[in-house]
């Protein structure tokens, strides 16, 4: 059997942004990087690259800290969103660039985990290759020291069981397919699309922009349309992911994250009194109402329709962006995208039927109706998958443990005991499955398993400032990996944090995927503060108080941090010895 020291699974931002730091930590590691496509990027490889696909991110707020994307080399003018392609071809220098090129193993698909007795990881893999135009595949298994599993939470679609679908005699697709389905595009006479994801706005947008009447159905019973906003709020207009990194307005967030950093008192005044909670509100509510009244969505019967049926305070980073280069809303105005609330019931030929009673005659039907959130790959046996921190469909009873997380969040904040009346993502999608959520501390290591230092999940949490967070999550699995990490000394402690920080999820964000896996919208940049915290590194980098609470961070705030931390271990060393 092959022996392999350290494996990553998953060649996306996490995968990669991994490999980076833990060969410039270590050179001379033996580490090889598994990826099911072939090609690298996750969500941004090749086959994935769907028409008009864009970053939510404008120009220097989508990049790797040590790896700007310049505007010679990429063609991306300041102050625009950059194309699918141009991340893609981005993410492929920058494995070049970094030496991980070499060490990734393209079309090798991970399909079982299992470990040892002696505590090594047995991986099963499949092996695709193609020569004198024929598909061969083949399997092996091999064992490796240190794991990483870098699949993200969107890279297993979730296509919902409609009846009838095997009759419906035209191409019924999840959103992940869309670049194989483009053909639809100039084809196409009518298209359905399902649900009201940001891929269900862009995929509207796409065929409006084509020509292609769509029928827009956004289900009666999931959580409505998600909340789209203009590049520019408030009255500041700020871009919006300026606006949630900024220091001074993540105050105005309630989070257990941060803690000690020099502001513990402004947050207890701005959630733990009615004057403050006060305060917090106007915050929200002018956001919301800026959002609502730059898109017109009381000024017009249909575009009303697309207004989003919770507050934007219970919204976490499915908060998205117009970054279209046209009016999206002139095709819903003028009646090429029409608009349906309702569930599909049932398909028949060609047709798509809904709760409403309606039969829409299509050419296809386009599911944009999320991911499962959970890894693709078995894990053996079911019991291993709870030790690790990962969904399992067993029953998850309250224990003593989260009737104490939720006492003490509930406390903290009372704002969030007024939970609000809508169905969350996790029900809407996924309505056959309860599955236990993710269970990780720092949202990267399994409690069960923290002192065996084996084993760590990259990249199970959706946040806003993506880029920074997969840099921030690899340095401190780098550090976490090697021993380097002082990591608490009591399970309890970790048990308690892990608890806490997953039922913060379940009250913070009801409205998203809150209580399935790690969600931060305005919860990022303290985030990203507690894990530079943990490994002894400077977290406030602005250089002055007033830079510190008005300037957004960017990835260049952040450039040069895993040689500090690299220096920091030369110093540490110098002063042991």
């Known amino acids: 059997m092959e022996h392999m020291n350290v494996v990553i699974i998953g060649a996306g931002w996490s995968g990669l942004t991994l490999a980076k730091t833990y060969i410039q930590a270590h050179p001379d590691v033996d580490l090889t990087v598994l990826e099911a496509a072939d090609s690298v990027g996750g969500v941004w490889a090749s086959h994935r690259l769907y028409p008009g696909l864009r970053t939510n ?6 990049e790797n800290p040590d790896f700007p994307m310049t505007v010679n080399k990429f063609g ?75 699949t993200g939470v969107t890279g297993n679609p979730n ?82 992911e300026h606006v949630v990194l900024t220091r001074l307005l993540t105050l105005f967030n309630p989070t257990l994250l941060g803690n000690n950093d020099g502001y513990d008192f402004w947050r207890r005044l701005l959630h733990g009194t009615v004057i403050g909670r006060w305060f917090v509100g106007k915050f929200w509510g ?18 009303k329709k697309l207004k989003p049926w919770f507050s934007a305070f ?64 078995k894990i053996s046996p ?25 006492k003490e969040i509930l406390e903290r904040f009372p704002s969030l005991r007024d939970q609000p009346k809508v169905t969350a993502k996790r029900h809407a999608v996924d309505v056959k499955s309860r599955k236990t959520p993710y269970r990780l501390y720092r949202y990267m290591v399994p409690p069960a398993a923290t002192y065996e230092r084996n084993l760590a999940i990259a990249g199970a949490v959706i946040s806003l400032g993506s880029t920074v967070n997969a840099q921030m999550q690899a340095l401190w699995i780098t550090a976490y990996l090697d ?25 913070r964000y009801p409205a998203d995927y809150g209580d399935r896996h790690p969600t931060l919208a305005f919860d990022s940049l303290p985030y990203f503060d507690e894990l530079l915290r943990d490994l002894g590194l400077k977290f406030q980098r602005k250089g002055s108080w007033w830079k510190e609470l008005l300037e957004d961070y960017r990835p260049a705030d952040y450039r040069g941090i895993v040689d500090e931390w690299i220096d920091l271990q030369g110093t540490v060393a110098r002063r042991e010895d």
């Open 57 to 62: 991110s404008i120009l220097g707020s989508y």
């Open 76 to 150: 991306v003018k300041p102050g625009e969103h950059i194309p699918g392609p141009v991340v893609h071809q981005y993410m492929t220098d920058f494995a070049k660039t970094f030496d991980i090129w070499r060490r990734i193993r393209f079309r090798t698909e991970v399909e079982e985990i299992q470990q040892a007795s002696n505590g090594e990881w047995i991986l099963t893999l499949t092996t695709s290759q193609s020569k004198d135009g024929k598909g061969t595949t083949t399997t092996k298994k091999i064992a490796v020291d240190k794991l990483i599993i870098a």
């Open 159 to 240: 296509m919902p069981d409609i009846p009838g679908a095997d009759t419906f005699d035209a191409p019924l697709f999840h959103a992940k397919d869309f670049l194989q389905k483009k053909e639809l595009l100039k084809t196409a006479k009518k298209v359905v699309v399902y649900g009201g994801s940001k891929s269900a706005w862009d995929a509207v947008y796409a065929y409006s922009t084509s020509g292609t009447p769509v029928e827009w159905v956004i289900r009666e019973s999931g959580g409505g349309p998600c909340w789209m906003s203009p590049i520019l709020v408030t009255p500041l207009k700020k871009c919006l």
């Open 286 to 303: 002018t956001l919301e109402g800026d959002v609502v009244q730059l898109n017109g969505f009381d000024k017009d019967p249909e575009i």
């Open 314 to 377: 219970w919204s976490g980073p499915s908060l998205s962006i117009l970054n279209y280069p046209t009016d999206f809303f002139q095709y819903v105005k003028n009646g090429t995208a029409r608009i349906h609330y309702a569930d599909i019931t049932h398909l028949t030929r060609r047709t798509v039927h809904l709760s409403t009673g309606e039969a829409l005659e299509v050419d296809a039907l386009h599911c944009s109706t999320g991911w499962k959130h959970e890894p693709s790959i």
């Open 382 to 406: 079911p019991s291993l998958a709870a030790k690790l921190g990962l969904p399992t469909n067993s029953d998850e009873p309250s224990t003593n443990l989260t009737r104490v997380a939720d």
């Open 483 to 507: 021993g380097s990490l002082q990591l608490p000394k009591s399970i309890d402690e970790i048990e308690y944090s892990t608890e806490l920080s997953t039922r913060f999820g379940h009250w």
